[in-house]
Structure formats: structure tokens, C-alpha cells
């Protein structure tokens, strides 16, 4: 994975995450390698492949904190709410840096996991495949309105 990109991310993410809620990021660069490489398949500026890697990681996060919820957990209690906290840390990166849409697009695959989770089936989101699906349906969107411009000028 390209160092530089997730270290800047990472950068991105502390400066921006409360300081009073004392979460650390545990987050290896090797983990976002599949996100990468999907992300480069897209003619994607610098700033918005560290906003979908700043969304992937908190959303990751999140994702594990919410998994190591149960009864017996001697962290219990901080682990609901930081998963809580980092998941509208989400909504608040991702509004703030303008993908609103990202955020239209994956919010009922997160309530369907949320749901599952509830009824005991702790399978994880492809968030990685399914940043490949917005960002080709995105792209498609973009191809469809440049061709409409190139026939109307």
C-alpha cells in the first residue's frame, strides 16, 4: 500500500477525532491494500482517495469495536461506545469532505450489518467491494453526463 497516502490519512483522522475521546487508530497499512487497489482502478484525486481510506478505516474500526461486544468483555462498555462514537465520526468525516453520496449509497448495507449483528451473525462487510461498486457506478454516471455534453456541443 502506498506508505504515504495512509500515513496522510492517518494524520487526517487524529486531527479531526475528538481528543476527549482517547481512540486510538490500530489500523495496519497492509489492511487497506485491497482498498487501494480498487481505488486505483478510478482517476481519483489524492485528497478523496484519503477521504474513502479515512472512511474505510473508521468504519473498520468501528465494525471491530461493535464485534468485541459481549457480556463477559471486561471492556464492554467502552467498546459499544466507541464503536458508537466512530460511527458517527463517519458521518461527520464523510459529510465534511463532501461525500454525502458515499454515505446515501452505503447506509442501508450498515443497517443491514447492524441488523445481522443484532440477530447474532457477526459477518463482516466487504466495505471494500462495495467502495468499488459506488465508485463504478459514480464513474459511470460522470461517462454518461460527458457524453451527453460532447452531443449537445
Partial sequence: MN????????RLLQAELSPIAGIQLPFSP?????LLSVMDSYNLEYSRKMHFMGMYI?????????MECTEDHP????NVLDGDY????????AIKHRELDFV??????????QVRRANG??????????????????FKKKRRSEKAIEQVG
Fill in 3 to 10: 506508505r504515504q497516502l495512509f500515513g496522510d490519512t492517518l
Fill in 30 to 34: 497492509a489492511e487497506g491494500d485491497g
Fill in 58 to 66: 473508521i468504519l473498520e474500526l468501528a465494525a471491530r469495536r461493535h
Fill in 75 to 78: 471492556d464492554l462498555i467502552r
Fill in 86 to 93: 466512530l460511527y458517527s465520526f463517519y458521518l461527520q468525516f
Fill in 104 to 113: 446515501v449509497f452505503l447506509a442501508p448495507y450498515i443497517k443491514q450489518q
Fill in 121 to 138: 451473525d457477526y459477518s463482516e462487510l466487504d466495505l471494500t467491494a462495495l467502495i468499488g461498486q459506488f465508485l463504478n457506478a459514480e
